[in-house]
């Protein structure tokens, strides 16, 4: 049974950090990445890695501020999000794929994120 299982989630202040960490069993994925919503919006791409971990893209929202990695050995990526904002609240959907080309086919089940001003 393939599974992402998010965790790391919670109230932080502005300007503060947390870290995200989403785990997949049951399979290995090329690219793996995370998606954020608020009520009310579509789901927003907010970052993904390549396999190897030599590629990664960022939304412009979140660049300069968040980091993605990965360990291939834990079957792990980890979000680290440093100086949030406001703006960051959402929740947090950890994504991957299995052909480089295609579209995200494996979801999680989401952890939120709470950023007070």
């Known amino acids: 049974q393939v599974q992402l299982v998010e965790s790391g989630g919670g109230l932080a202040q502005a300007g503060g950090s947390l870290r995200l960490s989403c785990a997949a069993s049951g399979r290995t994925f090329s690219t793996m990445g995370w998606f954020r919503q608020t009520a009310g919006k579509e789901r927003e791409f907010v970052s993904s890695?390549?396999?190897?971990?030599?590629?990664?893209y960022y939304a412009d929202s979140v660049k300069g501020r968040f980091t993605l990695s990965r360990d291939n050995a834990k079957n792990t990526v980890y979000l680290q999000m440093n100086s949030l904002k406001p703006e960051d609240t959402a929740v947090y959907y950890c994504?991957?794929?299995?052909?480089?080309?295609?579209?995200?086919?494996?979801w999680g089940q989401g952890t939120q994120v709470i950023v007070s001003s």
């Open positions: 890695i390549s396999r190897s971990g030599g590629t990664t």
């Open positions: 994504a991957a794929k299995t052909v480089v080309t295609a579209p995200f086919n494996y």
